[in-house]
């Protein structure tokens, strides 16, 4: 089960970098990227509702006492990682805000700790740390700091809801299928987003030309559009939620790291954004902060710690000669 949810998340990871540079594609044609990220969830979520209501029905049906995690996983886990990100990169550097944003392996280890009372490996916490750090060399974070108060908290609060994305897909049980709670949260994202992106006035004849962003390869925008929408989207999430489900929030969130190394090789791929000593020191570094949070997972999920035996007396008849025998509760 490790090496398959490891697996899992690194396939998870690679799809999730295409959402970026496939955006550009769209953005390239006129639509502004709150309309991308809406088109995005709306059709990848109409997409899941559709096929599971054909195909596995039973996977749509949400437990009246869930009710709430669905519609917080909506908007905290989906649609608040994606707007306030959106939100951040106005007022910061793209890079300082995505940095912010990846702050989420470090969040997601100390609630796992502090408030989850769970043990975890030292190599877990160390691989956080790395990799927060070679994501600060990635994004050059040092260029541009005189940071914004507001959009600094934007983006905390960006890498918070990104944490809450990890946590959440590691803490619901068996009366939740994983494939219906992506859809409905693809979904219900979706119509959060509607007042942000204002659908009626997206440019929907931007998906019928040709685009090419700067000096990238020309490619229709339908087709990028499609692929961000099945492979960044569908397959990215449902691969996401199944590998922490097999790992832990804290390993699943650092190995997450490696879509920004992704993603540069991908924009460097279709659109000619040539990867800097920078970006390949630091992605080495992600790498390496991913490899230690790996090898923190022993097979199984950690468990909480237990509270230590008490002593309790045996309560024996007093001539009894074992009244004083002290035994502990298992």
Request: glycine share 10%; with cysteine.
């Amino acid at each position: 089960m490790r090496y398959a949810g490891l697996a899992l998340a690194f396939v998870s990871a690679w799809c999730f970098a295409f959402s970026g540079p496939m955006a550009k594609y769209l953005i390239a044609a006129g639509v502004t990227p709150i309309e991308a990220v809406w088109t995005r969830m709306a059709g990848a979520g109409l997409l899941l509702v559709a096929v599971l209501a054909v195909v596995r029905p039973r996977a749509l049906r949400i437990p009246g006492s869930r009710l709430p995690f669905f519609a917080l996983y909506a908007v905290m886990a989906v649609a608040g990682v994606q707007a306030l990100y959106f939100v951040a990169i106005t007022r910061l550097p793209v890079g300082v805000a995505l940095l912010l944003e990846f702050m989420a392996p470090v969040m997601v280890v100390a609630w796992v700790r502090l408030v989850r009372k769970v043990r975890l490996a030292r190599h877990a916490y160390l691989g956080a740390v790395v990799a927060v750090v070679g994501l600060g060399i990635v994004v050059e974070a040092w260029q541009g700091l005189r940071l914004d108060a507001l959009g600094l908290l934007l983006g905390l609060l960006a890498g918070a809801c990104c944490a809450g994305y990890f946590l959440m897909n590691d803490s619901f049980g068996d009366d939740v299928d994983p494939l219906g709670l992506i859809a409905w949260g693809m979904t219900g994202a979706a119509v959060v987003l509607i007042p942000f992106a204002r659908p009626w006035n997206i440019p929907w004849d931007a998906f019928t030309v040709t685009a090419a962003p700067e000096s990238g390869m020309r490619l229709p925008v339908l087709a990028a559009y499609l692929w961000m929408v099945l492979i960044a989207t569908v397959v990215a999430y449902i691969l996401g939620v199944n590998a922490v489900r097999r790992l832990s929030a804290a390993v699943g969130a650092t190995v997450a790291s490696l879509e920004v190394i992704g993603g540069a090789i991908v924009a460097w791929g279709l659109l000619g954004e040539a990867l800097g000593v920078f970006q390949i020191v630091g992605g080495l570094i992600v790498l390496s902060g991913a490899l230690l949070a790996q090898m923190a997972t022993p097979g199984t999920k950690p468990q909480p710690e237990l509270p230590q035996p008490e002593p309790v007396a045996d309560l024996t008849a007093p001539d009894d000669p074992a009244a004083e025998t002290v035994i502990t509760r298992s």
